[in-house]
């Protein structure tokens, strides 16, 4: 079963609005999530990496007061995409990381479509 | 900046019929990861190989890792139609779960 659990899947919003997608871990506790931007048939793209409990970091060329990364506990972190425009369309993918798991295997979400209209 | 690239991007082959698919990438790195994904859904894990290992089996998946030439190959054999998906390699620079880096991306599809 999953490990690594997102929601929504799928979301519609409109132009200006916020949505917020949510990464849990299902299994273990992440100290580490990371999100993840993939256009349709292009790589994954990272964003950000979010460590609980403190700011995410920023990849460059990602703005941090659009995208609002917050990693309040070890199974929890969420991504809102504030004032959103229709080039903010895409789909969104975290994973996450933790203590609880020997070596480098690291859990994906199913990933959460964004549709600005 | 994308590390790795794969190759070919498209592969179309018949059921019963092996896929390789490469990877390069451009910086050292710890190991690196294959992984697959169905369109539209999330990624799912395939295999993992350390920067001191040249080949590694998992079921019907083979990747061999050439440090020198700073490539990897994954080998699906006797492909069926349910393997039909994208493959991504990843690379991991330290092997602390720190992030990783993907390449573009390999769309297979297995005629039934």
């Known amino acids: 079963g999953a490990v690594v659990s997102q929601h929504p899947s799928r979301v519609i919003c409109k132009s200006g609005t916020s949505v917020k997608i949510e990464c849990r871990s299902l299994?273990?506790?992440?100290?580490?999530m990371f999100w993840y931007r993939q256009f349709p048939k292009q790589s994954l793209m990272l964003m950000a990496t979010?460590?609980?409990?403190?700011?995410?970091?920023?990849e460059q060329g990602v703005e941090k007061d659009k995208f609002l990364i917050n990693h309040a506990s070890l199974t929890l972190s969420t991504l809102t995409v504030t004032s959103a425009h229709p080039e903010d369309s895409s789909f969104y993918i975290c994973?996450?990381?933790?203590?609880?798991?020997?070596?480098?295997?690291?859990?994906f979400g199913e990933g959460s479509w964004l549709t600005v209209v | 900046s994308q590390q790795g690239e794969e190759d070919p991007q498209a592969l179309s082959i018949q059921e019963g019929e092996n896929a390789t698919m490469n990877c390069s990438y451009k910086t050292s790195i710890n190991n690196l990861q294959w992984y697959r994904q169905n369109s539209g859904r999330g990624l799912v894990h395939l295999i993992l190989?350390?920067?001191?290992?040249r080949e590694k089996h998992s079921g019907r998946l083979r990747v061999t890792l050439d440090t020198s030439k700073k490539s990897s190959s994954l080998l699906i054999t006797a492909s069926r139609a349910a393997d039909t998906a994208s493959y991504f390699c990843a690379t991991d620079p330290t092997g602390a779960n720190s992030k990783l880096t993907f390449g573009k991306g390999i769309t297979l599809s297995v005629r039934p």
């Open positions: 299994d273990f506790q992440a100290t580490t």
């Open positions: 190989i350390r920067s001191n290992e």
């Open positions: 979010s460590n609980e409990g403190s700011k995410a970091t920023y």
């Open positions: 994973s996450a990381s933790g203590t609880a798991y020997s070596g480098n295997t690291i859990y």
